[in-house]
């Protein structure tokens, strides 16, 4: 069965992290066989490069190389010779709806540049989630508009997850044409540029490689995962994924929590 894929797609958080944030030593060492027999690996996550560079050394890139997708698919690189081979920004006429939204009560807008996490509230507890997760510093900024670094690859807007459907519907209608909103965490409403998500930047990759849908595997427990699951030749939803997410799989695996991309994969190997 293995001979019919090439091309492994995983997303992290959720899928292949438990809820405690570590990947298991179980989904390790079925990633890295599967690499052995010679599949490509590529992480495609939200996270800045920065927070993907960890676990790409985890599943062992250093070794055999391998593909990082950035930013919801606002880049992709080639982990072996850091090369970015497709980036694509937020459009500057997006940022005021996004900031307006952001600044209210109980939210926050936030965004990646020079290494820092860059944002108006630097104590809120949601920012603070993404400097756990990709290790980077907290800037604050008095004004976001005027001070953060352009273009961005995207902005995040945080919330209450009872706030963020309503949010998103709203930040799409208000952005029609301009830009994307994808819920990736109940609490994170991502916001890029128009078509660009996991999916657009994956399918980039497949023709650089000479590959087609029918060789990819794709893994994720996300909204903004629907588009590459769909994608694939093996769709796998997680169990602990959205109603949405499992509703478009091939298969629906186990939780995060029970190893279950683990558990999928190793019928692939062993």
Same mark, same amino acid.
């Given at each position: 069965?293995?001979?019919?894929?090439?091309?492994?797609?995983?997303?992290?958080?959720?899928?292949?992290?438990?809820?405690?944030?570590?990947?298991?030593? =179980?989904?390790?060492?079925?990633?890295?066989?599967?690499?052995?027999?010679?599949?490509?690996?590529?992480?495609?996550?939200?996270?800045?490069?920065?927070?993907?560079?960890?676990?790409?050394?985890?599943?062992?890139?250093?070794?055999?190389?391998?593909?990082?997708?950035?930013?919801?698919?606002?880049?992709?690189?080639?982990?072996?010779?850091?090369?970015?081979?497709?980036?694509?920004?937020?459009?500057?006429?997006?940022?005021?709806?996004?900031?307006?939204?952001?600044? =209210?009560?109980?939210?926050?807008?936030?965004?990646?540049?020079?290494?820092?996490?860059?944002?108006?509230?630097?104590?809120?507890?949601?920012?603070?989630?993404?400097?756990?997760?990709?290790?980077?510093?907290? =800037? /604050?900024?008095?004004?976001?508009?005027?001070?953060?670094?352009?273009?961005?690859?995207?902005?995040?807007?945080?919330?209450?997850?009872?706030?963020?459907?309503?949010?998103?519907?709203?930040?799409?209608?208000?952005?029609?044409?301009?830009?994307?909103?994808?819920?990736?965490?109940?609490?994170?409403?991502?916001?890029?540029? =128009?078509?660009?998500?996991?999916?657009?930047?994956?399918?980039?990759?497949?023709?650089?490689?000479?590959?087609?849908?029918?060789?990819?595997? /794709?893994?994720?427990?996300?909204?903004?995962?629907?588009?590459?699951?769909?994608?694939?030749?093996?769709?796998?939803?997680?169990?602990?994924?959205?109603?949405?997410?499992?509703?478009?799989?091939?298969?629906?695996?186990?939780?995060?929590?029970?190893?279950?991309?683990?558990?999928?994969?190793?019928?692939?190997?062993?």
């Amino acid at each position: 069965m293995t001979q019919q894929y090439r091309l492994l797609t995983v997303d992290i958080d959720g899928t292949l992290t438990r809820p405690d944030g570590f990947i298991s030593s =179980r989904t390790v060492s079925t990633i890295r066989a599967l690499q052995k027999r010679g599949l490509h690996l590529c992480i495609a996550s939200g996270r800045p490069p920065q927070g993907i560079l960890l676990v790409a050394r985890t599943l062992g890139m250093d070794e055999f190389g391998g593909y990082l997708i950035g930013f919801n698919g606002g880049l992709l690189m080639d982990y072996a010779s850091g090369d970015v081979l497709y980036t694509a920004a937020l459009p500057d006429e997006a940022l005021p709806v996004v900031v307006e939204c952001g600044r =209210r009560p109980g939210h926050a807008v936030f965004t990646y540049a020079e290494g820092c996490i860059c944002t108006e509230t630097p104590d809120n507890p949601y920012v603070h989630i993404s400097h756990q997760r990709n290790g980077m510093p907290i =800037r /604050a900024v008095s004004d976001f508009l005027s001070q953060i670094p352009l273009p961005v690859p995207k902005c995040i807007i945080s919330g209450e997850p009872n706030t963020m459907p309503a949010l998103q519907r709203e930040v799409a209608v208000r952005l029609y044409g301009v830009a994307d909103a994808y819920i990736s965490d109940p609490y994170f409403l991502e916001v890029v540029r =128009r078509g660009v998500d996991k999916a657009d930047a994956l399918a980039r990759l497949m023709e650089r490689l000479g590959l087609n849908h029918h060789q990819l595997i /794709a893994a994720g427990d996300g909204h903004n995962d629907i588009g590459m699951i769909r994608l694939a030749a093996m769709g796998i939803a997680m169990g602990n994924a959205h109603p949405d997410v499992r509703r478009v799989a091939d298969v629906v695996a186990p939780t995060a929590e029970q190893d279950g991309l683990a558990q999928v994969l190793e019928k692939l190997v062993f």
